[in-house]
C-alpha cells in the first residue's frame, strides 16, 4: 500500500493511523534488543566469585546498555502518547531509529570484551550518538505532522537536553582516542540526565 493510500481519519477522530501499531512494533523490537543484548552474555568457565569477576566489563556494559535502551523505551512511549497524527513519515522516521537502537547489542558486546579498546569504545559512542540523532529525527518528524504549535512542539521548547545528549556523545568519540575514562564517563553522565522521563513531554500528553 502506498503512504498516500492509508487512511486520514482514524478511528478516535484524529488524522493518521492508529498510533497502536506502531507503539507494539517498536516495543517488540526493542523486547528483542534486549533479549539479544543478554544472549551476548557469556558465563564465566569457572564457578567461584574470582571467575565471574572477569566479566565485570562485559556486565558494566551490559548494564549501561541496558539503561540506555530503558530510557528509549520509556521516552518513547511518552513521545507517542503525545503524538496526535502517524503518518508515512513518521513510521519510516520511527524505523530509522529502531535501526540505529538494533545495533546497541554488537557495540555492548565489543566493547565489553574490550573495555581498554579506543575503536571499540568509540564505536559504541558512535551508534549512541547515531541513535540519538534519529530520535531527534523522530520528535521533528512527529511536531512536522502534528503542527509546529501543537503542545508537543511546545513541550520540546528547545531541547537542551537533546543537544547535551547528541554534544556528550560526539566528545565521547573524539575521547576514546585519547583519554577513554572520559568516553565511559560522558556516556554515563548522559544516561543520568535521561534517567527520569522527560517530563516536559509528560505533562504535555495528547488528550
Do not use: C
Request: net charge neutral; charged share 15%.
Amino acid at each position: 500500500m502506498w503512504l498516500a493510500d492509508y487512511p486520514r481519519d482514524a478511528p478516535n477522530g484524529r488524522q493518521g493511523m492508529d498510533k497502536g501499531r506502531l507503539v507494539s512494533f517498536s516495543d517488540g523490537v526493542i523486547a528483542i534488543i534486549i533479549t539479544i543484548m543478554v544472549l551476548e552474555l557469556r558465563p564465566p568457565e569457572g564457578v567461584d566469585l574470582h571467575d565471574l569477576g572477569q566479566l565485570r566489563s562485559d556486565l558494566w556494559a551490559y548494564v549501561l546498555s541496558f539503561v540506555l535502551l530503558g530510557i528509549y523505551w520509556n521516552n518513547h512511549h511518552l513521545l507517542v502518547g503525545a503524538m496526535r497524527r502517524v503518518t508515512g513519515a513518521v513510521l519510516w522516521a520511527n524505523l530509522h531509529l529502531l535501526f540505529w537502537l538494533s545495533l546497541v547489542p554488537f557495540a555492548t558486546a565489543w566493547m565489553g570484551r574490550n573495555p581498554h579498546a579506543p575503536f571499540p569504545i568509540a564505536i559504541y559512542g558512535a551508534i549512541a550518538f547515531l541513535a540519538a540523532v534519529a530520535y531527534t529525527i523522530l520528535q521533528s518528524t512527529i511536531i512536522a505532522a502534528d503542527g509546529h504549535g501543537s503542545r508537543l512542539a511546545q513541550a520540546v521548547g528547545n531541547d537542551m537536553k537533546g543537544r547535551m545528549s547528541l554534544a556528550s556523545y560526539a566528545l565521547a568519540i573524539l575521547l576514546a582516542f585519547a583519554y577513554y575514562p572520559m568516553s565511559y564517563a560522558l556516556y554515563v553522565f548522559v544516561a543520568l540526565i535521561w534517567l527520569v522521563p522527560d517530563r516536559r513531554i509528560a505533562t504535555h500528553e495528547a488528550e
